[in-house]
């Protein structure tokens, strides 16, 4: 079993700042990558950012600038720190935890990509 608590959404307004973080727990041997993605009313689920065990990054190009996307690998947590916000940035968040499981051999096997509930994120103008 895998949980994931993601914290940190909200309303605030055009131009405001939150911070979501997420935190997996659980039957990890280890993470590869966390990261979030997002899904607007009416559109599909789209990749917003993610960050590996080693640091690499990926942004969506409409959000390259404004968001941060940042990991703690002690705390398996990472954090998305979203700035100049947008109404177009309007959606639920999804944390995603990409990672090993022991496996019934005793070895670490990769694990499904796991998905946290979503946390709303509203902005308004």
């Known amino acids: 079993q895998v949980q994931l608590v993601e914290s940190g959404g909200g309303s605030v307004q055009v131009g405001g700042s939150l911070r979501l973080s997420c935190i997996a727990s659980g039957s990890i041997f280890s993470i590869n990558a966390m990261g979030w993605y997002r899904q607007a009313p009416g559109k599909q689920r789209e990749l917003v950012a993610d960050i590996t065990s080693g640091g690499d990054m990926y942004y969506a190009d409409s959000v390259k600038g404004r968001f941060t996307i940042s990991g703690d690998n002690a705390k398996n947590t990472v954090y998305l720190q979203m700035n100049s916000l947008a109404v177009e940035d309007t959606g639920v968040y999804f944390c995603?935890?990409?990672?090993?499981?022991?496996?019934?051999?005793?070895?670490?096997?990769?694990?499904?990509?796991?998905w946290g509930q979503g946390t709303q994120v509203t902005v308004s103008s």
């Open positions: 995603t935890v990409d990672y090993w499981k022991l496996g019934a051999h005793g070895g670490p096997m990769p694990a499904d990509v796991y």
